[in-house]
T-cell receptor, first 115, second 112 residues
């Protein structure tokens, strides 16, 4: 692994089903984020975590939950999927406690279709 | 609430031409990032601008930051087809929170 790994790459999901998107990083970054990307809307923050054991809500958190049990993993769960959650989901990380500011490293994304 | 506006949202240009993409933001910040996204791909970091007057250049792309005007520009010089992509600016609203707010992106198409 080099950077951030997201799984699955794509998924078609029936409405009402539960789904967890996985995100793992190997850079020991303290902060991790989940964004959704929708055409015409850019990227919007769903949830974030500044450090292991803590999480916070972003701009569009409803219908999603996250956990951060350790530094490397930051799964995103849709408890009961709805069609409006059809989107491309990006996980990202940053070293916000380091000496430099380099912005985010992004995963390759998960394309989710809720039908 | 921080708002980030990019313009234009769509840009079609000929190879060899110059153009500028603008990124305006609504609240104080001194950290701005530019990313590139190719179709169906992830976002790749282009530039990190951390102070007023910062200027970074990489190949045919040059980015600058004016924190007083709350404006960043991404200038394209002598465009080539390989620059076709969507470009995003992102602003750190609290100068360190790193919960970036993204613009909607500028889809650049460079025609031969």
């Amino acid at each position: 692994i080099a950077g951030i790994t997201q799984a699955p790459t794509s998924q078609i999901l029936a409405a009402g089903r539960r789904m967890t998107l996985r995100c793992t990083q190997d850079m020991r970054h303290n902060a991790m984020y989940w964004y959704r990307q929708d055409l015409g809307l850019g990227l919007r923050l769903i949830h974030y975590s500044n450090t292991a054991g803590t999480t916070g809500k972003g701009e569009v958190p409803d219908g999603y939950s996250v956990s951060r049990a350790n530094t490397d993993d930051f799964p995103l769960t849709l408890a009961s999927a709805v069609p409006s959650q059809t989107s491309v989901y990006f996980c990202a990380s940053s070293d916000s406690q380091g000496q430099g500011y380099y912005g985010y490293t992004f995963g390759s994304g998960t394309r989710l279709t809720v039908v | 609430e921080l708002k980030v506006e990019q313009n234009p949202l769509f840009l079609s240009m000929q190879e060899g031409k110059n153009y500028t993409i603008y990124c305006n933001y609504s609240t104080t910040s001194d950290r701005l990032y530019w990313y590139r996204q190719d179709p169906g791909k992830s976002l790749e970091s282009l530039f990190v601008l951390l102070s007023n007057g910062a200027v970074k250049q990489e190949g045919r792309l040059m980015a600058s930051l004016d924190t007083k005007a709350r404006l960043s520009t991404l200038h394209i010089t002598a465009a080539v087809h390989d620059l076709s992509a969507t470009y995003f600016c992102a602003v750190d609203p609290l100068g360190g929170s790193e919960k970036l707010v993204f613009g909607k992106g500028t889809k650049l198409t460079v025609n031969p």
